[in-house]
């Protein structure tokens, strides 16, 4: 069982950055793959990031591509995603996801434990 608690959120100017953090219990987290997926109002829950266990391999939908990261300190059960230059379009409550077995990290389903998310909110 592993519980979730994302932080960080809030309200930005669009072009600035925010710094999500998700800290997970448990003492096999590094086992974890892990997950950031978002979800605005009226829209279907979509993935914004990904990445594996101990392996550490990154995976990010078009829409982020190069202004967040995914990271991950496996020491303080904490998993990161850094949000620069952001959008008023990617407003939405931030959710972290965790399951040991995923193999498709882009797909919500696939993810067993969720946080209870962080707003977003980024004005134009």
């Known amino acids: 069982q592993v519980q979730l608690v994302e932080s960080g959120g809030g309200l930005v100017q669009a072009g600035g950055s925010l710094r999500l953090s998700c800290a997970a219990s448990?003492?096999?987290?590094?086992?974890?793959?892990m997950g950031w997926f978002r979800q605005a109002p009226g829209a279907e829950r979509e993935f914004v990031a990904g990445?594996?266990?101990?392996?550490?391999?990154?995976f990010y939908a078009d829409s982020v591509k190069g202004r967040f990261t995914i990271s991950r300190d496996n020491a303080k059960n904490l998993v990161y995603l850094q949000m620069n230059s952001l959008k008023p379009e990617d407003t939405a409550v931030y959710y972290c996801?965790?399951?040991?077995?995923?193999?498709?990290?882009?797909?919500?389903?696939?993810?067993?434990?969720w946080g209870q998310g962080t707003q977003v909110t980024v004005s134009s």
């Open positions: 448990g003492r096999t987290f590094s086992r974890y793959h």
């Open positions: 996801a965790a399951d040991l077995l995923a193999s498709r990290l882009r797909v919500a389903s696939e993810y067993d434990y």
């Open positions: 990445i594996r266990g101990s392996g550490g391999s990154t």
